[in-house]
């Protein structure tokens, strides 16, 4: 694969995260880490040479050209703020055209006054996630650099974003690796319709990040996941457009879910960028909500203080702590299937926006992240059930009083409510056998918000009266 030397004239390249480090790379290198200290890289800019807008508010001016499939993009709308690809090179099926939703029955459940919370709304993507920002952007770079094979390992939203964008633009082949029996049919069945090779290892994501890695590497195959710098910056723009649906207002708070904290990384960047460049005058603080059966950050951040320390991070300590956990055999575990992840790789860049941000880590348990999502399809979205760890946490550090009532507050609800049905109807169904069998050895006891099905026999009369009795 093309490899290139960074020269003085480049306005985009490669930069590793590690101050002390700092080595930089050419935009067309493919690398997921630095080559002289193993950090991770940033795809940086010199914005000095580069046409940034003076406000935000400029980018509105792109709605009236929604026929150019740049602008109609909710990603390459906000080109200016991740110019690394020619716009030519650009590969775009139109994601990102999503919605920040004001909620007051979830605002309610949480804590909040009216108004104050807001739900943006990822599941609009084309594939259903938040991952298609990241993906489109991510495959550009690919595309760029003449990739014909592209990787990931998945708990199931990445390998259906790399599936889609593969089966539509034909430019190269999916290849997948996801753990035995540890991602849903929502998200399988897109990846195999999509026509992706699916490598299925017997272990979890963990084992399966590793082996994608070892496997690109050894195949010269682009990875895909968000080790990849180019796939944080399409992230970036989900916190363009939460900004643009607050008229450029600042929110208080942004909560998201924490699995391989590639998005908490890349609103951390974005955040950093534009106080950088004048764009806005203050961030939001940024709370990562894990599953307590997933818990590292938490561990890590909240149990053992450790912290992004002006970049030099204490390795050994995460080191240690893996080793602790091979150990004991303690391998992720939660219902939220999508964030079940114990080795997250972006770990040293989310410190890094935990540091921007002044932000907070919660662990929120299955029952909670239930109990949430029933809240959120109550309210008429519907997410699946990573994405409601966000309003769990909200719940949590509300109760605590870390977030005050009359604070304003954007839950990122990652994923759409299909994408995991099981756990749905399992939470909602009449039948406590099924839900004890998909629920219950996650230590869910109760589902307090269930809406159950009212079984009738087929009979006009008896069907009648079970209307009128429950309405
Ligand atoms: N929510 C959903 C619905 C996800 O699919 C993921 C990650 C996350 C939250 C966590 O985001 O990794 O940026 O912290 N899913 C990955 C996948 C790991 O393979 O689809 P993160």
Known sequence: MATAVRTDTDVAFQRCLTPSCGSTYD???????CGQCGGLLDVAYDWDRL????SLRSFEDKWSRRNE?????????????LPFAPPEKVVTIGEGQTMLSPSDGVARYVGLQPGQLFLEYEGLNPSGSFKDNGMTAAFTHAHTIGARRAACASTGNTSASLALYCGVSKLMQAVIFIGSGKISYGKLSQALDYGALTVQIAGDFDDAMQRVQQVSSQLGIYLVNSVNPFRLEGQKTIMYRVLEGLDWEVPDWVVVPGGNLGNSSSFGKAFLELLELGLIDRVPRLAVINAVGANTLHELFEVRG???????????ATTGYYAEMDESNNRASTIASAIEINRPVNYQKCLRALDVCHGVVREVTDQQILDAKAQVGASGLGCEPASAASVAGAKLLRAEGVIDPSERVVCVLTGHQLKDPTATVAYHTTDQQEFNRVLGSRGVQRAAFANRAVAVP???DKIVQAIQLNS
Do not use: A, I, K
């Open 27 to 33: 935009v067309g290198e493919v690398r997921t880490c």
């Open 51 to 54: 046409p940034v807008p003076d």
């Open 69 to 81: 499939p740049l602008c109609r993009s909710g990603v390459w709308r906000f080109h200016e703020l």
């Open 306 to 316: 450790q912290r992004w320390n002006g970049g030099q991070v204490d390795h050994q």
């Open 458 to 460: 087929n009979d006009l």
